[in-house]
Structure formats: C-alpha cells, structure tokens
C-alpha cells in the first residue's frame, strides 16, 4: 500500500444527503362517521316552592335554532306528586304559542315593529275564537305616546305638568290616571267614571337605599303603606301595613326580587315573610318560597 505523499492532504468531506421525507398521514386512519348527530341542547331546570300554598312550580326550558327561539315546559305539583296546570310554550322574537295540556288550548301572540316608531301586537285564543290587536305609536313630542287596542282601548293623554296622563276604559269603567315622577318623588292619583272614585299613590325615595310607598282610596278610606331597603344587589327588607285586611307584614329577599334566578347566588332565590293578623297576633304565619335554577 501506497503511503500518501503529503501528509497535509486532507480527505474531501462526504457530500450531504437530504432526510428521506416524512411520510404523509393516513387519510384512513380516523374514518369519518357516515351519520352525525347534533348535540344536544343545553337544558335551564327552575323550581320554586311556596310554603303558603304547599305547591310546586317546575319549569324546564332549551334554546332551539341556534338560539332563535325557546322550547319551555312548566307544570305545578302538590305534596302528593299530582301535576297541575301543564304548559308547553314555544318563544321567539316575533311569535309565541302557548298550549295548555288540560285545556287543550293554544294562545297565540305576535309583536312586530313597522319603522322605528310604530308597533303592532296580535294575541288570539284559539278555543274562545277571541283576539286582539294593539297598536302603539311614538310621537315626534317626547312624552306622548299613543296606544289604540280591540276590544279594549287604552289612550296616552300626554305631558301634564311634567307628568304622564293616561285614560283606560275597561268593562264600562273610565280610569284618568296622572302620573308625575322624578329621582325621588312619584304622584299618583286616579279618578274613576261613572264611580267618582279618587284614589293616590306617593312614593318617596329617603336615601338610595331607603323608600317609602303610601296608597289611600278616598271612597273607602283604606289604605296601605310599604317600607323597603336594599342591601347590595341580592339582599331586599320589606315590611308594611294594609288597612283593609287588617295584616300588618315583613319579607326578606335574598336574591333580587325582580330578577331571575340564574343572576342570584348559587342560582338560588329564597324570600322568607311573616304575616301578622291585628286582630289575632298569636295566629301570626311565618312563610317561605325558595326558586332554584339548574343548568344540565
């Protein structure tokens, strides 16, 4: 063997070969299903109770059509499990159908707006082959209003001394109803035709937590008073008097009262009351009623 004559010779790199490529994945490794079924929709289950009544109140409801529109079902039940009052209700932004099971009776309702200052609202009874259809107009003047119905007419009288009036006639009765209202003071008086019955409400807001509401009819002489205060958002105080059932009473909310459940705590609206006859205090009543909201 030949020895290399020049010690420094070096010997040339080997050239550099490409990876072998990645092999493609396997378009059969995860067949497609030939039939896909939807998901199911998410369920809302609210139940309420009622200590007075000793009844249930059950409603179970899911959007539908990509949240379009709302399927509910709603039903009462004792203490012995018997159903009462079940209602299937099929909602959506312009049309409602509300069908009673034990009547087997639907009730149809529709509401749509004609320009921004026009609606129209249509209700129909489909067993008592009885409707109705409103009409509400928004005048240019802000503060006026006016609303024509079949077969109850209801018409805006407009701004009065920085106040609403109102006139309502119903079953051959006219109610006149003014109504004045600022950050912390409501007026309310109604006269009555042919009765002449006057009646008045004021409202009176002490501090952003405290009001005070008052009634009197001047026919009877009855009359009401409510004191409330509010804690926060889900805490409400309530207790009055009414003169014409003797009862003097007290509540506690828990959850907001005129909220719904899934915007309280735990989902979970609790009101507790005491009634209190003045004439019979022993036979004092102390209630509760408890709705509760699940999502499945």
Known sequence: MESNPNPNHMVPPTPAVD?????????????????????????????????DSAIFFHKISCKLLDTLAKFKLSFHNNS???????????????????????????????????????????????????????????????GYALELSTPVPSVGLGQILDGVGTAHYKDEELKLRYCYKDDELSFIPTFSVPSNALSFAFKRRLTP??????????????????????????????????????????????????????????KMKV?????????????SVLMFRVKKRWDI
């Open 19 to 51: 990876p072998p490529p990645h092999p493609l994945p396997s378009t059969q490794s995860h067949p497609q299903p030939i039939f896909s079924f939807p998901r199911r929709p998410a369920l809302r289950v609210t139940t309420e109770f009622d200590s």
């Open 80 to 142: 012995k499990g018997e159903i009462s009052e079940p209602q299937l209700s099929f909602v959506s932004k312009h049309l409602s159908l509300h069908y009673d099971l034990e009547d087997q009776n639907a009730l149809v309702k529709s509401s749509f707006d004609v320009g921004p200052k026009l609606h129209f609202k249509a209700a129909h009874d489909v067993k008592a082959q009885q409707g109705e259809v409103t009409m509400l107009a928004n005048l240019a003047d802000p």
């Open 271 to 283: 009101q507790f009351m005491l009634q209190v006859p003045q004439d019979d205090i022993a036979s």
């Open 209 to 266: 937590s405290d009001k005070l509401s008052y009634w009197y009819n001047c026919d009877s002489n009855f009359w009401s008073a409510v004191y409330k205060r509010t804690y926060g958002k889900d805490f409400k105080f309530k207790a009055g008097y009414d003169s014409e059932v003797r009862l003097g009473w007290a509540s506690l909310w828990v959850g907001d009262e005129s909220g719904k459940a899934k915007a309280a705590p735990m």
